[in-house]
């Protein structure tokens, strides 16, 4: 899935009342600000109210941290966050939405050897589905992934390396702003993982799928798993 980042209004809203915002899309927003080194101090001269407003639970905070996201992260525009946000909720949080995009993806999967390449949001996806798929993967990729952001975590069913997957390998540039999290590894997620950080996709789309799949390192572990 790649996410429009195009220059936009420099305001992060998440989906919800003013008075009840979504409890997954708003963890998921402070979890990216406390990433990019966002405290709550600044937060705090953001919003221009006293501290005393500070909470999670406060829609004018979260709209804050959403600003600071903004002019901190470089690509990250507000149509970015709502986009993404709602994304995630929408498959994480809906168990109708995910079996049917499940059932969609485990269809092309077949019985295997099967590599899968996933990217973005779609890692997500692929690994919910492996979890439970017996279908042989050879190499399980995953390019500019939120798995390791913590809100995503806990809403997964578990956290290990799916155990239809041989390798699993895991690639990111740390200018996406998807990737805060860009090494999946014993600090991110329990799982053996072998990791790259330093893909350098081009400026104006550090989370594109066609940066990372240009990639020599790359475009030469996918094609060396690939058998005739």
């Not at 995630?88 to 999967?109: G, I, K, Q, W």
């Not at 992934?145 to 995503?152: D, Q, R």
């Amino acid at each position: 899935m790649d996410e429009d980042t195009a220059a936009g209004p420099q305001q992060a809203v998440v989906r919800g009342s003013e008075a009840a915002p979504d409890p997954f899309e708003r963890e998921l927003v402070l979890d990216i600000a406390r990433r990019a080194g966002i405290t709550n101090a600044e937060i705090t001269v953001e919003l221009n109210a006293p501290v005393v407003t500070r909470a999670p639970e406060n829609w004018q905070w979260v709209q804050a941290a959403g600003r600071l996201i903004c002019r901190r992260v470089p690509f990250i525009t507000a149509s970015f966050i709502r986009q993404f946000t709602a994304d995630v909720h929408a498959y994480l949080m809906f168990p109708d939405t995910r079996e049917m995009v499940n059932s969609l993806v485990s269809e092309a999967l077949g019985d295997g050897p099967t590599v899968v390449v996933s990217h973005s949001l779609g890692t997500i996806v692929a690994y919910c589905i492996l979890l439970e798929s017996e279908c042989n993967v050879p190499l399980f990729v995953t390019l500019g992934s939120p798995l390791g952001i913590p809100t995503v975590k806990d809403a997964l069913p578990q956290l290990t390396k799916p155990p239809s997957v041989d390798q699993w390998f895991n690639a990111s540039d740390r200018r996406d702003p998807i990737a805060l999290f860009q090494r999946l590894d014993r600090d991110s997620f329990p799982a053996k993982i072998e990791n790259i950080d330093d893909v350098k996709n081009p400026k104006s789309n550090p989370h594109g799928i066609l940066g990372y799949l240009r990639d020599q390192f790359v475009s030469e572990k996918v094609a060396n798993s690939l058998t005739i």
